[in-house]
């Protein structure tokens, strides 16, 4: 198994782009998510999804979209990017309430 | 709002040295708890998950205890080796939703 992998690794946009963070999971599990860590305020929740067609928001929603129309891949989409959205950003999955499995992260800066 | 704060924000210790770190969360109605370790540019990766039933975990040289009426748990390493250097986070999930809740962080470096 793959386990869960993100793409790309590295992203710079301007402010204003729009671009897709990839993420997809190979252990069929109901429960995807999307965290971002920035400096001094740890792993904050964006988005998650507990199952196809079924997303809500986390802690920090805004200016991201998502969408969840096969159980492996889980997309989050930023509309209009902004200086405040450069983080790291990680993909995570579970079985709904057991251990979960991280990503390697993308990496953005917004310009 | 669930909050989870991990003491200290930073460790450093010779090799060799059984050490615990902390970490501790305000409310008590959490379904499980887990243990990450972060390399420095890279992902989570889990040690132990405890569920709310449970009072401790072990794997290998790691164990992890929780104490729900207090909310507090602590990750024990033993024999502390240059290869542990590392962050190591805690995060609950509570009973009303999916989310994670995560501590700071403590960041570990262990001395040859």
């Known amino acids: 198994n793959a386990g869960v992998t993100q793409t790309p690794k590295f992203q710079v946009l301007k402010t204003g782009q729009s671009m897709t963070l990839q993420c997809a999971q190979d252990m069929n599990h109901e429960y995807m998510s999307w965290y971002r860590q920035d400096p001094g305020m740890g792993l904050r929740l964006i988005h998650y999804s507990v199952g196809a067609g079924i997303t809500d928001q986390g802690e920090v929603p805004n200016g991201y979209n998502v969408s969840r129309s096969t159980t492996e891949d889980f997309p989050l989409r930023l509309l209009s990017a902004a200086p405040s959205q450069t983080s790291v950003y990680f993909c995570a999955s579970s079985s709904t309430y057991d251990t979960q499995y991280f990503g390697p992260g993308t990496r953005l800066t917004v310009l | 709002k669930q909050e989870v704060t991990q003491i200290p924000a930073a460790l450093s210790v010779p090799e060799g040295e059984n050490l615990v770190l902390n970490c501790s969360f305000t409310d008590s109605a959490i379904y499980n708890l887990q243990w990450f370790r972060q390399d420095p540019g890279k992902g989570l990766t889990s040690l132990l998950l405890?569920?709310?039933?449970?009072r401790e975990q072990t794997s290998g040289r790691l164990n992890a205890s929780l104490d729900k009426s207090s909310g507090r748990s602590t990750l024990y390493i033993a024999a502390s080796q240059p290869g542990d250097s590392a962050t190591y986070l805690c995060?609950?999930?509570?009973?009303?939703?999916?989310?994670?809740?995560f501590g700071g962080g403590t960041r570990l470096m262990v001395k040859p």
């Open positions: 995060a609950v999930k509570n009973n009303a939703g999916n989310m994670l809740t």
């Open positions: 405890i569920q709310s039933s449970q």
